[in-house]
């Protein structure tokens, strides 16, 4: 969106991204509700660490497996067509999981979920980078970011109290009429581009194009040192807010189900100021890689923290939980930076790879941690010891620093040289 657009194309351009970002809410609710609900559908089901963690990387696996496939679909039809089918996908999933009798039923809706939640990202960056000019990405996806968030606040303490209320299955009726209403939204409201942007008048690739498109993004030089962070760096930080923080409060800390959860609510708190304080820093500093670096390395000390100090206060967990959510807001501008290394007509499958790759990475580490903490014999009363979270925290810091590692020898790619290249391109 050019300063020259008039007023009502700017309006326009922000209700879509604000009708994406609400439909953006039910995603983050279901993939973080069982860091809350977890030790309950442990208790309910009669399962262990190993299942849990198997159940919830399993909405990962789903969403890293349609990536690719959305890629292609959004650069042949759209995000409007595509977004509003795969929520219908995310709608049955979400439904699938609340009527489920046991763990097999909860694990497919869990994957059905996943997959159809996940177009809603690229779904957004894609509409953002076709509606905004270059140098507003990363904060507009950062916004968006910060309102699907409201989904994380919603799976904290509200769904806590709504669990003891009604339970967890009524509370999941609820939010699966509302993805049903956001599918609704997204149909009626966004549009694929503004008048005169050359995707609306372009010629559609056939498949063989398609997949040539995607070897082009598959063979760019840079992607390789980018993926290396974006599979771990929000793996790591969403194992902890999205599946084992809630437990870790609960069974080392001695929280409740409701102190546990105004903890991870304070955390995404944080993270949505994170989201608002870190996006903009890519304009304010001309760089992303140097950001993405330095907040990574500060999520690998505080786990650190947790990792070599025993029996630390409370007040040392709650700090590091919270800290942590700040510093997720760092893995929007590993995006950022591997969104500038495509051009326009790969912009779908280019964004598509490099969610796979966070998607793919947040399904592994789950699914691992599970495996990590599950090694550790139970204490008497079922509980994981402390032992069993401090391996788990330790081997998330290694992870980081060998993709900060690798990452560091990407080139980065600065707001500057895309704006001077997008003005000379306009002359």
């Known amino acids: 969106m050019s300063p020259g657009m008039s007023r ?89 999981f609340t009527l489920a009798p046991g763990w097999p039923q909860l694990l497919a809706g869990r994957a059905l979920m996943g997959a159809g939640f996940g177009v809603m990202l690229i779904g957004s960056m894609v509409v953002i980078s076709r509606w905004f000019p270059p140098d507003r990405f990363a904060t507009l996806a950062g916004i968006v970011l910060s309102v699907g968030l409201l989904g994380n606040l919603l799976a904290t303490t509200p769904l806590a109290w709504g669990t003891e209320m009604i339970g967890w299955r009524g509370v999941f009726g609820l939010m699966v009429a509302f993805t049903a209403l956001a599918a609704l939204g997204v149909w009626v409201i966004v549009r694929d581009a503004p008048p005169g942007h050359p995707f609306l008048a372009r010629t559609p690739e056939t498949a063989a194009e398609m997949i040539q498109g995607l070897g082009e993004v598959l063979k760019n030089p840079q992607i390789k040192f980018i993926i290396a962070l974006n599979f771990c760096n929000y793996a790591c930080t969403f194992t902890v807010q999205g599946l084992w923080g809630g437990p870790f409060l609960r069974e080392v800390h001695g929280l409740t189900r409701v102190e546990s959860g105004n903890v991870l609510l304070v955390a995404v708190i944080a993270y949505q100021i994170g989201m608002l304080t870190i996006s903009p820093l890519d304009r304010v500093f001309d760089t992303r890689k140097r950001i993405a670096i330095t907040g990574t390395l500060l999520i690998a000390a505080i786990l650190a923290t947790l990792a070599f100090w025993a029996k630390a206060p409370l007040w040392v967990a709650v700090g590091a939980i919270v800290g942590i959510g700040f510093l997720s807001a760092s893995s929007t501008m590993v995006m950022t930076h591997g969104r500038g290394i495509f051009p326009d007509r790969l912009i779908g499958r280019g964004i598509a790879a490099m969610n796979t790759s966070v998607m793919l990475g947040v399904a592994c580490m789950q699914t691992l941690s599970g495996v990590i903490v599950g090694a550790f014999t139970p204490l008497p009363d079922g509980a994981r010891s402390e032992d069993a979270y401090r391996t788990l925290f330790g081997f998330m810091v290694v992870v980081l620093l060998i993709a900060v590692t690798v990452y560091g020898r990407s080139r980065d790619i600065r707001p500057s040289d895309e704006l001077r290249a997008r003005q000379a391109a306009l002359k």
């Open 8 to 96: 009502g194309i700017r309006r326009q351009a922000v209700i879509i991204v604000a009708t994406l970002a609400t439909a953006y809410v039910a995603s983050h609710f279901f993939r973080a509700a069982n860091v809350t609900i977890g030790l309950d559908l442990m208790r309910d089901l009669g399962i262990g660490p190993e299942a849990l963690g198997a159940l919830t990387g399993a909405f990962f696996f789903g969403f890293s497996a349609m990536q690719i496939p959305c890629g292609f679909l959004f650069d042949r039809y759209g995000p409007r067509r595509t977004v509003t089918g795969m929520l219908g996908v995310a709608v049955l999933g979400a439904a699938l």
